[in-house]
């Protein structure tokens, strides 16, 4: 039921997103750039959403994401570095540059990880982005130092009114990257459980690890080349479907590609209606809403906690303490 109405919410999307723009809708405009750009906006939101859920079953934590790893961080600079150096790339050379990129910047942050003596749920996202930030200001000083901070900036900010017919087609690769997660949903949902745990259950720790780094890295150096940035959806996106669904990733990795396709297309469809004709790059949008729901995810964690001991000093303590 549930996936069902999420292929009707993105159908909808899809067909209110292909209508708006400033051009005129004709028959050249229509498949030159609407349907290129919505179909870019459904495997970059799908293929995303899906990496923050591998990246929360492998680190086993709900507030983890590859933006809040170092791992976009990580592929900016990897791309800067392209720029400073062989500029001429072509696109796919380019994707594979970031993917190594954001490879590391994962393998970086999973390593200060294990070292990480607490695993508290907000201590772990805290230590990845003063990782991320770190790799974003040694980023940002080489570009400013070059002059190549606004060509950085076009590939930190996520912005799909750039995406052209010929110019997309290689987030079919990243979405079928993501696609892996799924055939191999069942090992990462048993990792997810610890590695002692998995390990006893037979199951081959280091090669999970190895798929899923890959998987992120590859989905994330794509994404960086062909839209930029996408804040907080690898975040949101899971942590919503576990609490309609629980954590079985067979269950949720469909659910998660349309919550994050959905989300990319309202996303989208807000940032160029809201000042028509002109537009907000995709990623304001998403970051003032991810941000929100973040915010709101780690108040929601930490309430229970907090209440709990003002719950033991409700009505019938009070009455005892009263008797006493």
Request: hydrophobic share 60%; glycine share 10%.
């Amino acid at each position: 039921m549930l996936i069902v109405a999420g292929v009707v919410c993105v159908a909808a999307l899809a067909t209110v997103s292909l209508f708006v723009g400033v051009a005129e809708l004709d028959a050249f405009i229509l498949f030159a750039s609407r349907v290129p750009r919505t179909v870019a906006l459904i495997l970059a939101g799908a293929a995303f959403a899906i990496t923050g859920l591998i990246m929360q079953l492998l680190t086993r934590n709900r507030f983890v994401e590859p933006g809040t790893t170092g791992a976009t961080d990580a592929a900016s600079l990897a791309l800067l570095a392209v720029l400073l150096t062989t500029p001429g790339l072509p696109l796919w050379a380019k994707a594979v540059v970031a993917s190594v990129g954001a490879l590391a910047g994962v393998a970086g942050f999973l390593a200060l990880v294990r070292r990480i003596p607490s695993r508290s749920s907000v201590l772990v996202p805290v230590v990845g982005l003063l990782y991320g930030a770190v790799i974003g200001a040694v980023t940002t000083f080489i570009a400013y130092r070059t002059d190549a901070l606004q060509e950085l900036l076009s590939w930190g900010v996520g912005d799909f009114s750039t995406v052209l017919r010929g110019r997309y087609e290689i987030l079919f690769l990243a979405a079928a990257a993501a696609a892996i997660a799924w055939f191999a949903a069942d090992r990462f949902t048993l990792a997810g459980l610890g590695e002692d745990t998995a390990r006893g259950l037979g199951l081959h720790t280091r090669g999970v690890l190895a798929l899923g780094v890959g998987i992120i890295a590859v989905v994330t150096g794509i994404l960086m080349v062909v839209t930029g940035a996408l804040p907080f959806l690898g975040l949101i996106a899971p942590n919503i479907v576990s609490r309609l669904i629980g954590d079985n990733m067979r269950r949720a990795v469909p659910l998660v590609a349309l919550l994050g396709a959905a989300l990319v297309l309202l996303c989208d469809i807000i940032g160029r209606v809201v000042r028509f004709p002109y537009e907000l790059p995709i990623s304001v949008v998403m970051g003032v809403v991810g941000g929100v729901v973040f915010l709101w995810m780690l108040l929601g964690t930490a309430r229970p906690a907090d209440t709990a001991g003002t719950r033991r000093r409700t009505p019938a303590r009070r009455r005892r303490e009263v008797v006493r």
